[in-house]
């Protein structure tokens, strides 16, 4: 008989369940009840069949109480698997909510900065357009205030140059009568006669001579016509005047009141033909005695200038033709150092059409002429570039750089429809070449027979495509 352990994972067995009658295995037939009239015999009992029972009993009580222990652990297990499922899923749940809360908060924020900023820049941008309408208010009124400060300081010029003008006519006419009225007594008496008193008009004609001419120039250039006859007359006038007082006053006078009076009768016409003629130069835009002068000194400094600049452009063009002289010779050089060959033809052919050897189109003959090629290029270089190109092309496609290229055959049978089988090569007895009227002719239903094959081939062929 097999003991039980009386401890099981650090629990205390149960007492076992107290044994009425034989062990009986598990599972076995039950025992039909015994006839009335059958007689039960006794048997003889077996001690060594009892105590097999009994060990086979206690065998399948410790596998039953196996099992419902596993049961139970497994119960336990599963259970606290549960348990520990919840309390993932609920922690799961807590980590999501507080990913959430986090992510919510971050967007929270995130909104809460951009609706900031975004006020901020409105803020400023409304700051901005408030600053710049300030701005160009402000540069309105100061144009404005400029424009009627110039307007107020061309109007007050105009003003001046009104008065001064006025004065400067009113105090010439006034000098003009000045000057009539010193010269006019000399020249009456000159012309003095106590039986022809009518002749003292004349000195007044001559006077007013001058004065007419001298307001007929001043309209003219006023109007912007010609104006200088109007002068010559009025200095005419003049001059006669000067001339009648200086010859009557030496005669009957002193020298002083000849010269005195004669001054006096240019004088008033010459100093009002010196305000008309400001008056044109200022019309005509012509510069005055500084402004020629300043002029003068600027076309002296342009002309400076652009002979420094010519000197200059003409020092660096011949520097650079220096150079150009100077590469030309050293290329020359490197050309008859490493193609003599070519040099030496370069040289005939130069010769041949009146040029030099060193000239880009003689060279590029000569260089043809030797080594069959542009200059740049050699055999060399050709071979090397196209094994090159052929290495390349064999690394894009994977093929071998010496393999045969297959081509398509081109023996075909023109007047025959494609038949979509793989031709297979028959070598013919004759020669592998087609030839013109090789091949036997159909007769008429063939070809019509071939001709419907071919529409129908044709027909096939578009409904596959499409």
């Not at 370069?346 to 041949?352: D, E, F, L, N, Q």
């Not at 080594?371 to 390349?392: M, V, Y």
Request: proline share 6%; with cysteine; net charge positive.
């Amino acid at each position: 008989m097999t003991a039980s352990p009386p401890k099981v994972n650090g629990h205390t067995r149960p007492l076992p369940v107290p044994v009425l009658g034989d062990w009986q295995p598990i599972g076995a037939a039950p025992t039909p009840e015994p006839a009335a009239a059958e007689t039960i015999e006794p048997v003889e009992a077996h001690p060594e069949s009892d105590l097999v029972a009994q060990a086979q009993a206690e065998a399948i009580r410790a596998q039953a109480w196996a099992e419902s222990e596993k049961q139970r652990l497994a119960a336990e297990a599963e259970k606290e698997a549960a348990l520990k499922r919840a309390e993932a899923e609920a922690e799961a749940i807590r980590v999501k909510a507080e990913e959430e809360a986090r992510k919510l908060r971050l967007a929270n924020d995130r909104a809460e900065r951009k609706a900031a900023e975004e006020q901020a820049a409105s803020e400023a941008r409304i700051a901005e357009h408030q600053r710049r309408r300030d701005e160009a208010d402000r540069a309105r009124e100061q144009a404005a205030r400029q424009e009627a400060e110039q307007q107020k300081t061309e109007t007050d010029k105009a003003k001046d140059v009104a008065k001064s003008g006025k004065r400067w006519r009113r105090v010439a006419m006034g000098f003009y009568a000045l000057c009539a009225a010193v010269a006019l007594p000399v020249q009456m008496a000159a012309f003095w006669n106590p039986h022809a008193k009518y002749l003292l008009v004349a000195p007044v004609f001559i006077e007013l001579i001058a004065l007419v001419a001298l307001v007929g120039a001043a309209a003219a250039v006023t109007d912007g016509r010609p104006q200088w006859h109007y002068r010559l007359v009025a200095w005419g006038g003049a001059l006669t005047a000067a001339s009648i007082n200086i010859v009557h006053g030496l005669g009957a006078f002193d020298p002083a009141t000849a010269f005195g009076t004669a001054l006096a009768s240019v004088a008033g016409p010459g100093m009002w033909d010196l305000h008309e003629h400001g008056r044109l130069r200022k019309r005509d835009g012509k510069l005055s005695w500084r402004g020629r002068r300043a002029a003068k000194k600027a076309t002296k400094e342009e002309a400076a200038r652009k002979a420094a600049e010519e000197a200059r452009q003409r020092a660096e063009k011949q520097a650079a033709e220096k150079a150009a002289a100077e590469e030309r010779k050293r290329l020359a050089e490197a050309r008859q150092r490493e193609f003599p060959n070519v040099w030496k033809e370069a040289v005939k052919i130069a010769a041949a059409v009146g040029s030099t050897p060193d000239d880009d189109a003689v060279w590029k003959r000569a260089y043809r002429n030797i080594q069959g090629c542009d200059p740049g290029e050699s055999i060399e270089s050709i071979t090397a570039r196209l094994k090159a190109e052929a290495r390349a092309e064999s690394a894009r496609t994977g093929t071998p750089v010496n393999a045969v290229a297959r081509r398509s055959s081109s023996q075909h049978a023109s007047h025959l429809p494609p038949d979509g089988k793989t031709r297979v090569y028959k070598p013919p007895a004759r020669a592998g070449r087609r030839a013109k009227g090789d091949s036997q002719p159909f007769v008429a239903a063939a070809r019509r027979q071939a001709a419907i094959t071919a529409r129908q081939a044709t027909r096939n062929a578009r409904t596959t495509a499409d």
